[in-house]
């Protein structure tokens, strides 16, 4: 029989593996993917259909693709791992085995990161963190706000998934507020004393969107914030205040799953070789994207994605026996401060002993001129389109 590759997760990562392994192991390996969705819908982007610029079906992407290029595609969540007897087990019922397992299940939240806030409050303080229903009911909560209300976000600690994203978010509810409700104000509430391209987005926030935005860093209270569902209150240095919209972002560990397999450390996170992303703590069992704990890559789709075909290889070459090259990953994250404002930030990355090591990196600089700001949103979606389609097929 063909050895056996399970995928959990069906996301930048293990979407990416999934068909990388049915494609360049041309059917010696039989793989299967197991993604609790039958459609996935972006996080990259979901910030754009926040400010307007993109619809919400542009971030849905389906598995057909996938099943066409080889792989078995199952809607369903695992709920176990045996790593001794090397299966994966279904809410439905079904048991997999597997000779290699990858996981790329993302994130989940730690319970108790936001005092005040649990995940059965998401309905009336939404995270919008895992994109899909979440992310339509912050839209519309920030177009309900009364003229002159209050949008809050309790920005999350490090390290999280897409560090730039909740400031995009901010430029982007800034956007949708300045054409509906210019009277607006938008706190941040932040547990970090810095964060990414942050002369950027200030540069940004002064030129487009100048008084309506408050950062309140840890020196101010920001990082001891207590929210209050009910009463739609923050908390702030024992201080309410009374607020119209509430994104709290949490503190973020691996998806449970990988927890489960055995394959997380005290940290939360699943740490890995950066030579192959195979897990520190499971030979068998290889961890992608967000979840694993790898070194200086950042957690976005773009590392996941440049992590899945590290990983697909050594596989590969472990199952098959095919040549294995040296790993080498990248990564680049654009953000929107406006429209046609685009920035990024970049680096390439090599394995050392240690960890996934940056060793050239990029930033857009403050005051460079609109065309090359509309040149980088221009670019950002070509990433789009091409990437999706490397995910998905
Ligand atoms: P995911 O893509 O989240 O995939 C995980 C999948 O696993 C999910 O589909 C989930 O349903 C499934 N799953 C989990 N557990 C199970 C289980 N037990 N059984 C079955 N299925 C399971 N990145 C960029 O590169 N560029 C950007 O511009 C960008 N913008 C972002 C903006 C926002 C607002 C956010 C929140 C994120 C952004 N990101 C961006 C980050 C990016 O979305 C993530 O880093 C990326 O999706 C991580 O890929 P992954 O494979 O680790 O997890």
Known sequence: AKPKVVVIGGGAGGATAARYLARDGAGALDVTL???NPVYTTCFFSNL???????????QHGYDKVTAGGVTVITDTATAVD??????????????DYDRLILSPGIDFREGSVPGWSLADAEVMPHAWKAGPQTRLLKSMVEAMPEGGTFAMVAPPNPYRCPPGPYERISMVAHLLK???PTAKILILDPKDKYSKQALFEEGWGKHYDGMIDWIGPEFGGGAVEVRPDTMEVVIEGEAQKVDCCNVIPGQMAGQIAAIAGVTDETGWAPVDPGSMKAKLDENIFVLGDSSAQ?????????????AKVAAMAIRGELTGSKVFPAKYSNTCWSLIAPEDGVKVGASYEPTAEKIASVASFISDTGEDA???????EESLGWYSGITADIFG
């Not at 259909?49 to 971030?59: K, P, T, W």
């Open 34 to 36: 197991v993604e609790a």
């Open 49 to 59: 259909y926040i400010g307007g610029f993109r619809d919400f079906e542009s971030l």
């Open 83 to 96: 790593p001794a007897a090397r299966t994966v087990t279904l809410a439905g019922g079904q048991v997999l």
């Open 179 to 181: 054409q509906t409700n």
């Open 295 to 307: 070194g200086d890559m950042p957690k976005s789709a773009f590392s996941a994605n440049s992590q």
């Open 371 to 377: 065309a090359l700001r509309k040149a980088t949103y």
